[in-house]
């Protein structure tokens, strides 16, 4: 199958912005690149659900899961005290509801899952901003 040369220009030129991004990000911006692209993927996960596009949901639920697990959870302080006892708890509820969102089709769970990253999320911004102030 081919794809147009716009598509293809479109497609490097996101890869060359989100590397050029990531590259030049702090600790700090990275995980909340990986808050944005957690949600964006559990937003296209639900609009392929709603098109009946499984291919696609399952792509994005995938996506998203490893954002979690390989990300989020993982770059948690293994003693990182109570906070992050509750962040990984929190990751493992959102892996959980995603794996059922991808086999029930569950746009429900979907919505679960970022209702429930979106506060922590925005705190992550919050703290950032909060930090850039008192600088």
Sequence with gaps: MFTSVNTRSASVYKR???????QAADSHRLVGML??????????????MERGDLVVKG?????AVRIVEE????????AGGEM???LRALY????????EANLRN?????????????????AWQDIRGQALQGA
Excluded: C, M, W
Excluded at 59 to 63: A, N, V
Excluded at 92 to 99: D, E, I, K, Q
């Design 106 to 122: 569950d746009p429900a769970a979907l919505a679960e899952v970022a209702t429930l990253i979106e506060p922590v999320a925005q």
């Design 92 to 99: 493992a509820y959102s892996v959980r509801r995603l794996t």
């Design 71 to 78: 990300g989020l959870k993982a770059g948690l302080d293994p």
């Design 59 to 63: 792509e994005q639920i995938g996506k």
């Design 16 to 22: 060359v912005a989100v590397e050029t991004g990531v």
């Design 84 to 86: 992050a006892q509750n």
């Design 35 to 48: 808050f944005d692209g957690l949600l964006q993927a559990v937003a296209a996960a639900r609009g392929a």
